[in-house]
Every structure is written in structure tokens, then in C-alpha cells.
């Protein structure tokens, strides 16, 4: 007799890094000074867990679009494929480990209360993962069905809207992430409350770290560029300042800058030092144009 797989919202792997990002968020409004949320995820979603990488996998069915039905099948076959060289006892551990410290330290019936907008695409993807890993005989209507529901998010159009919104917020509605739309807003409002506006750089860093929350080589690498190319533009810069003031932030700056380079892992001083070198960037231009 072939067996259905039943959905559990606790052992979803995508519905609990959703959760998790949406505690961040409920942290941030909170002015928590640290987020047991944030902790875990950089404990359980890093890119060496296993956990972390089915969440990979999970994100590319969410995000990947294409136009015909033959491709999307052939997406999900190598999406399957890649699953299926995880290993289901560590992803069993690991996903122990994690609701037990999520009990630890939230009510568990309130976690899990939050409304999922993709519930249904993450169910499917659950479902899908756990037929081709289960190994035993299982119901073929329902896998069919859970991998048609996948189809259908993967070539569905991009809904085309004429609102005029900074280019970052259009690319989390895209998404269909409205945590992390909130998330980045916040973020926003926070960081306006001193300085009068985002530039273009400051926005993609503030992309990066929300994307990257979990994936802290990636948003080390960023930073490591970045900084590098900041440091030198404040050195040349500083040929063609004249302001006495502007000329020792830039000394200072170029100093500091070396510091945060050498940490392994992306601390968030790292993410607003940065924020408040694109700042002082800003600042030496506007001087050297009056000039």
C-alpha cells in the first residue's frame, strides 16, 4: 500500500527560515539589542549545514522562472537530483536541534501562527523532497500533484506593475518575500533617521545583508571588495581635499578600514562602518565639487 506524505509546518525547512526572518523583523521593530533569531540562522542556515543547503534548494524553485512547462520540469529534476546527496540524518539532527532551541526560547503555537503568502509552493517542495528521500513506497497522485503546484510558481508571469519604488524594494516584492520588503524598509527608516537619504551603494549593501543573513561567506566577500575599493578612493581622494576636517576623517577612515578586513566573520559594526564610509564618500565629493 503506498503511502502519503502528510505536510509538517515544523519540519519545513523553507517555512522555518521564513519564521525565523520574520522574528528578525518583529526584533528590529522591538530595538532588541540582539536577535535570537539572527542567531540562528547563522547557526543553522550557514552555507556548511545541511540545512543550509536544502534551503538553497528551496530558493531556487521559489525564485527561478521560466517560460515553458518542459523547462520547469527539468528544473525540479535537477533540483531532486542535488537533494537526494544530502544526507537525511544530519537534516534530521540538525532539524531537531533547531526546533528545540526555537522552543527554548519563543511559545511555539505563536511562532508557528503567522500567515506563509508561498505556503503552498513550500508545502509542495516539502512534499516533493520527502518522496524521493523516504525510500519507501508512496502515493503517485500526490507527488504529481505537489510537483504540478511547483510547475505552475516556476512559469507563472511576473505580475508587471508601473509603481515607482526603489529598485531593491521592487526586487523583494518580485520575490514575494514581504518579511524581508519589511525587513529592508525598517532598515531604511532606521539608518534615514540621521542621514537624508540611501544611495545606490548603501541600498545594495543593505540587499546584501538581508539575502546573506545565512550566507556569510558570500556577504564577507562583499564586504572584503568593498572595503578595498572604498580605501582606495579615500586615499585619492585626499589629493584633492582641502578642508582640514575632511582631511583627518579620511586619514582615520583609511585606517580603520584595514580593521575590518581581518574579521572571518561579518559582524553588523562591519555592515554600518560601511554604511558610514559610503556616507564619508558622499561627504568628499560634495567638498571637492564646492571646490
Do not use: C, W
Not at 503568502?117 to 504529481?144: I, Q
Amino acid at each position: 500500500m503506498s503511502s502519503l506524505i502528510k505536510h509538517l509546518k515544523i519540519k519545513n525547512t523553507g517555512i522555518l527560515f521564513e519564521l525565523l526572518t520574520r522574528q528578525v523583523t518583529a526584533d528590529i521593530m522591538k530595538d532588541a539589542k540582539k536577535s535570537t533569531a539572527v542567531m540562528l540562522i547563522k547557526k543553522y542556515f550557514k552555507e556548511s549545514t545541511e540545512l543550509g543547503q536544502e534551503l538553497q534548494l528551496y530558493n531556487v524553485l521559489a525564485h527561478e522562472k521560466f517560460s515553458h512547462e518542459n523547462q520547469a520540469e527539468r528544473l525540479i529534476d535537477a533540483v531532486v537530483k542535488t537533494r537526494t546527496k544530502l544526507s537525511n540524518t544530519k537534516l534530521k539532527q540538525e532539524k531537531y536541534n533547531l526546533i528545540k532551541d526555537i522552543k527554548d526560547n519563543y511559545v511555539i503555537s505563536e511562532f508557528f501562527s503567522s500567515r506563509i503568502p508561498n505556503y503552498k509552493l513550500l508545502a509542495s517542495v516539502y512534499k516533493v523532497f520527502g518522496y524521493v528521500s523516504d525510500g519507501t513506497k508512496h502515493d503517485p497522485t500526490d507527488e504529481v500533484k505537489s510537483r504540478f503546484a511547483i510547475v505552475e510558481h516556476i512559469i507563472r508571469k511576473k505580475i508587471d506593475t508601473n509603481i515607482k519604488t526603489n529598485k531593491i524594494i521592487e526586487q523583494y516584492k518580485k520575490q514575494d518575500k514581504d518579511l524581508r520588503l519589511l525587513s529592508y524598509s525598517i532598515l531604511v527608516d532606521k539608518f534615514n533617521t540621521k542621514y537624508s537619504s540611501l544611495n545606490e551603494e548603501q541600498q545594495v549593501l543593505l540587499k546584501k545583508y538581508i539575502q546573506n543573513i545565512s550566507n556569510t561567506n558570500s556577504l564577507r566577500e562583499f564586504i572584503n571588495t568593498e572595503v578595498k575599493r572604498l580605501t582606495k578612493t579615500l586615499r585619492l581622494s585626499l589629493k584633492e581635499v582641502d578642508d582640514k576636517v575632511t582631511v583627518i576623517k579620511l586619514k582615520e577612515a583609511t585606517k580603520l578600514t584595514k580593521k575590518m578586513t581581518n574579521h572571518k566573520i561579518v559582524k553588523d559594526e562591519d555592515v554600518v562602518n560601511l554604511m558610514r564610509y559610503y556616507e564619508l564618500v558622499k561627504e568628499v565629493k560634495n567638498v571637492i565639487s564646492k571646490n
